[in-house]
């Protein structure tokens, strides 16, 4: 194998695939990105199994062939070169040399016979999205999929294509983020996607997030196509929570506020909140004025916020760090919170869209 | 005590003194910052015992008193508040009232008596030097004192004044690190200054640096002014090493070289050296050509960086984190690398000013 390739396309391709790469795994060939020469194209493949990630560069092949080469020390060198064309060539005992300008690096590549080869995933049936729609679904929504390995399905989000929308749905036990999108299809789909992929795919969208993102499904993967990007993934097996049953469809009590206003008092009285159980804050609603305020044993906070209130009074207290997860991704200048009882879920949502859901169980108020 | 203070000044003043504030304390009251009201002045003051910070800030006092705050809990929550003006008000049982537009917080303080006061420093024979060039003398040596409590003395940099220069000198048994620069006052003073104090300063100096620093010392101790902040720091006791003996003044090699060619060259070559022994790379050293090696298992390098030699040839070994670590602050275009054996120490120059040495020893290379 031998090419030629320029410093900042080999880096910006290095930098997505090394994503897919496992640092701590029983197979040394997955510590390896592969590198395919074929057809014009140099094509890396990082894969820890679970995600797997490729991207092409169009590029000069003066001979096709394919090697695997360390991650860690591949993706270290070609970094630091200097932004100019870099050529790799590798000989018959896999030695790799690396060639740039005054450097000259010669490593000890892998057989590429041995990387495992990626999940096919038919590209029918694929649903297109705006990466930025797609990158602020997952922003709005990933911080409520749960940590706890005892029930593995809750570790993913949910997606869910049907009437024409998509939803994403995340849920630890404690909390619910719902995100829903218009979607100009309507051939129904689900699966429920792990947590960490998402979390790549969003690494991998970036802040220039012109253009789309394409999906597919099989039953047991789904590829996300990002320009020239690749990334599938397994899904998560298992029937998830119907999130319908769980959203309060009515309240007694209903809050308008400012999203900022409240965040930032959230956070001061969150504080002191930290210091004690639970993070516990209280809200204690009346008329125009609700008390946002916490009680440790090194003191106290009272933050007062205006609101608009339709209902009735209540007091009520909440994990102060649930509520500021969803207060930090909600855009809207304004949002309702909906109340039933003290000891019932609390529904957040935007003034100025339906498109997005938030609930969160309340947790019982020891003094204060 | 009560005054009224902007949230600016008041987040600037705490940000500044908390440096002092040790986390892990014997002394639970040194978890605290001191708030003196007196004089239209509010004083905070952090101290550890080592370092102590003294910030002044002119405001409204309403009522003079002091009180000590949990540094950790005040700062955060002056920072939360918003832009806009904080009352602060302590009452006989030493409760803190710390209120804000909507915000009304109480914590606990503890009573002023019990705070050590920091050492006097009488401010004569004061040295006057550009923050600016004060922070640069620290950037080019502080990494090069001692981590090695075995020798308490070479934690420190040596700061030495006489014939109307200033030097301040890092020594850790394998380099050396000297900056040199002009002072208008010719009377003699020199002390051993701990890493962590011109650490400190280093930082409260920031960005910013136009404006002098004042340096004042006495036997034990030295105060640095920088516009309204204090710093008193105890000096390190005992001799340090005579650095002008350790200076070779003869080379059999002179190599001149662009700094940010070698710079480069040696961050690649030490992606493999770091896999091996030392750090080690190997400089050949050759008519106009300077090849930069190192040979580990998983690979080798070979960088080719283009010098000016006067002398003889020679093929020399180095740990190439102290070759980088200089090279990094070196900020002139050109230096020069003296040689006199592979077994003796290398000296390092910039080429267009005598203000900097760095003394490095070499590596005895195994294989390669």
Redesign the interface.
């Known amino acids: 194998m031998k090419i030629i390739c320029s410093q900042k396309q080999l880096s910006t391709a290095v930098n997505i695939v090394q994503k897919a790469v496992s640092t701590k795994t029983t197979l040394p060939i997955l510590k390896g990105i592969l590198l395919e020469a074929k057809n014009n194209k140099l094509k890396l493949v990082g894969n820890d199994l679970d995600i797997g990630i490729e991207n092409y560069i169009e590029t000069k092949i003066v001979q096709e062939g394919s090697i695997v080469i ?1 991650s860690k ?1 591949f993706g ?2 070609i970094r ?3 932004d100019a064309d870099i050529e790799i060539e590798v000989d018959d005992q896999n030695n ?1 040399f690396i060639r740039c300008e ?7 590549g892998q057989s590429a016979v041995e990387f495992p080869e990626l999940p096919y995933v038919k590209e029918e049936n694929t649903y297109i999205i705006s990466q930025d729609l797609f990158k602020n679904m997952i922003r709005q929504t990933i911080f409520a999929t749960s940590q706890d390995e005892t029930r593995p399905i809750l570790t993913g989000s949910l997606i869910e294509i049907k009437n024409r929308n998509i939803l994403m749905v995340a849920i630890d036990g404690y909390r619910l983020a719902l995100r829903k999108a218009y979607l100009n299809i309507d051939i129904g789909n689900k699966a429920v996607v792990p947590s960490k992929t998402l979390n790549e795919v969003n690494r991998i969208l970036g802040n220039e997030t012109e253009g789309n993102i394409f999906i597919s499904f099989t039953d047991k993967h789904i590829l996300f196509t990002i320009d020239k990007t690749r990334i599938i993934s397994r899904l998560l097996e298992g029937e998830f929570i119907n999130y319908n049953q769980i959203i309060p469809k009515e309240y007694k009590s209903k809050v308008k506020v400012k999203t900022k206003e409240l965040l ?2 959230i ?2 009285a969150s ?2 909140a930290k ?1 004690g159980k639970n993070n516990a804050i209280k809200f204690s609603i009346k008329d125009d004025i609700m008390n946002v305020s916490s009680n440790v044993d ?8 205006n609101i608009e209130l339709e209902g009735e009074d209540l007091d009520i207290g909440f994990n102060s760090k649930y509520l500021l997860d969803a207060l930090k991704v909600i855009d809207s200048e304004e949002i309702f919170l909906e109340f039933t009882t003290s000891v019932s879920p609390c529904v957040i949502k935007p003034t100025d869209n339906e498109n997005y859901i938030y609930l969160v169980l309340p947790v019982r108020l020891s003094k204060q």
Not at 102 to 108: G, Q
Not at 298 to 305: D, L, Q, T, W, Y
């Open positions: 360390s020390i270290d060198i630091k070169l200097p790799v005054n450097s000259d690096f010669k490593l000890v930032d008092s956070e001061r504080l002191l210091e090194i003191g106290s906070v009272n933050e007062e916020v």
